[in-house]
C-alpha cells in the first residue's frame, strides 16, 4: 500500500486532485480505496471537496 501526502506548505488548492480522479481509473480506485478504509466521516468530506467543482 502507498500513501501520498501533501505536505501543507501553500502548494495545494481545492480540487487538486480531481483531474487524477477524474482521468485514471487507477487513481479513482486509491481514492475511493482510502475513503473505504478511513470509514469515518472526515473521509468523505475530504472525497466531497475533491470532487466538488
Known amino acids: 500500500m502507498k500513501a501520498y501526502v501533501f505536505p501543507g506548505q501553500g502548494a495545494q488548492f481545492t480540487g ?3 483531474d487524477l480522479y ?9 481514492f475511493n ?11 468523505k468530506s475530504c472525497l466531497k471537496e475533491l470532487l466538488r467543482n
Open 33 to 43: 480505496k482510502a475513503d473505504e478504509i478511513l470509514g469515518f466521516e472526515i473521509s
Open 22 to 30: 477524474d482521468q485514471f481509473p487507477e487513481a479513482k480506485a486509491l
Open 16 to 18: 487538486m486532485g480531481k
